[in-house]
């Protein structure tokens, strides 16, 4: 388990839903858009859950290839989610890589890409304990 713990706060003075997340030195803000009440002060949970795959599959395949010495010049992956016909949530996840990589490396550079924790979170056996205090 990690040892850096994330701890995210909501407080009545605050905006509508903004929530106040501490990551180490790190502070970032959630919210919901004002359509749904909100006041769009930061991005959505599930667009800060998108961001945390996307980044780690970005972050993930630039390690690998500066580690082989690759010539990957380049990253940049789109996320999206919605349900399929069954209500599954299904995540759209599209990597676009540049430089001048052959089949057998793009090929990898996608296996990769499969392998990145936040992929493994989000496709594993998930349990989550929760207490209220």
């Known amino acids: 388990m990690s040892d850096r713990s994330v701890s995210v706060r909501f407080d009545a003075a605050s905006a509508a839903y903004a929530t106040r997340i501490e990551v180490g030195a790190h502070v970032l803000t959630a919210d919901e858009p004002a359509a749904v009440g909100g006041g769009d002060t930061g991005p ?8 945390a795959l996307g ?55 996608l296996q990769v890409a499969n392998a990145c924790p936040v992929h493994k979170i989000l496709t594993g056996t998930v349990e989550i304990p929760t207490t209220l205090s």
């Open 44 to 51: 959505t949970p599930g667009e800060l859950l998108l961001s």
């Open 55 to 109: 980044s780690c599959t970005a972050i993930t395949l630039r390690m690998y290839a500066q580690r082989k010495q690759w010539p990957l010049t380049g990253i940049e992956v789109a996320v999206s989610y919605g349900e399929d016909d069954k209500n599954k949530t299904v995540i759209l996840r599209d990597v676009r890589i540049e430089g001048a990589l052959d089949a057998t490396q793009r090929e990898r550079l």
